[in-house]
Nanobody, 123 residues
Framework: QVQVVESGGGLVQAGGSLRLSCTAS???????MGWFRQAPGKEREGVSC????????VYADSVQGRFTISRAYSKRTLYLEMNTLKPEDTAIYYC?????????????????WGQGTQVTVSS
């Protein structure tokens, strides 16, 4: 089974930027991939999703226009470029993979989860 590992989280001031990466242990060509996040005391929520071809992306309303999802097949890596960060973006961000499903990704469809990377945005 393909495994994924996230990186790139950290502490940033409001208005700043971070880029998260999710690197897979195997090929990701056939997988729909996405990012979820879970803030303290809240349920996990979908942030963004990208189709296997990379031709279609979906974003949560709360991040639309600020976050950009992309994927590099040769590097087996998924990215999340996060700009104009807000304190409410503070959460653990998880990479997710699923086969044979469309965007947006539902938690029940996810076959592989990463361990998560912490993003903290200070005001």
């Amino acid at each position: 089974q393909v495994q994924v590992v996230e990186s790139g989280g950290g502490l940033v001031q409001a208005g700043g930027s971070l880029r998260l990466s999710c690197t897979a242990s195997g090929s990701t060509y056939v997988y729909t991939m996405g990012w979820f996040r879970q803030a303290p005391g809240k349920e996990r929520e979908g942030v963004s999703c990208i189709t296997p071809s990379g031709g279609s992306t979906v974003y949560a309303d709360s991040v639309q226009g600020r976050f950009t999802i992309s994927r590099a097949y040769s590097k087996r890596t998924l990215y999340l470029e996060m700009n104009t960060l807000k304190p409410e973006d503070t959460a653990i961000y998880y990479c997710a993979m699923a086969w044979g499903v469309r965007c947006p990704l539902g938690e029940s469809s996810v076959e592989t989860w990463g361990q998560g990377t912490q993003v903290t945005v200070s005001s």
